[in-house]
């Protein structure tokens, strides 16, 4: 088990919550509360392909980076550079993508207000 791990391991031991399975027909063992988060499957007992996985998912989501932020106080430069560049990459994308939507939004508006004019203007004319 690399660092990562054992710091969420450690992290879920301190939290008190029971590890074992609730079972049903005794309600004297408590409920496992559902937390969102990330969950990897086990599969023919190969633990090592599901850490693997599960430190995969962990660093696309972010979550170790959390974890790296929460154990030390200082982020290098080179660091810092990146997530300003996604930061900023990230938001010229989502002002794009609104600036995109407006035109479209406003072409459906413009178009349908023609169509309206016309209708109107063509029950004028035959009622007049």
Do not use: C
Not at 87 to 114: C, G, H, T
């Amino acid at each position: 088990m690399n660092s990562v791990t054992q710091h969420l391991w450690s992290l879920v031991r301190k939290s008190g919550h029971a590890v074992e399975p609730f079972i049903s027909g005794n309600p004297q063992l408590p409920q496992l509360q559902q937390y969102r988060g990330i969950r990897v499957k086990v599969l023919n007992g190969n633990l090592e392909q599901a850490l693997a996985l599960m430190q995969r998912k962990m660093q696309s989501s972010g979550i170790e980076r959390m974890i790296k932020q929460e154990q030390r106080f200082h982020i290098k430069n080179s660091e810092k550079r990146v997530l300003a560049r996604k930061n900023l990459e990230r938001r010229l994308r989502s002002e794009d993508l609104a600036r995109k939507l407006k035109a479209i939004m406003i072409k459906k508006v413009s178009f349908i207000l023609s169509i309206y004019a016309a209708i109107s203007m063509q029950s004028n004319v035959i009622f007049s």
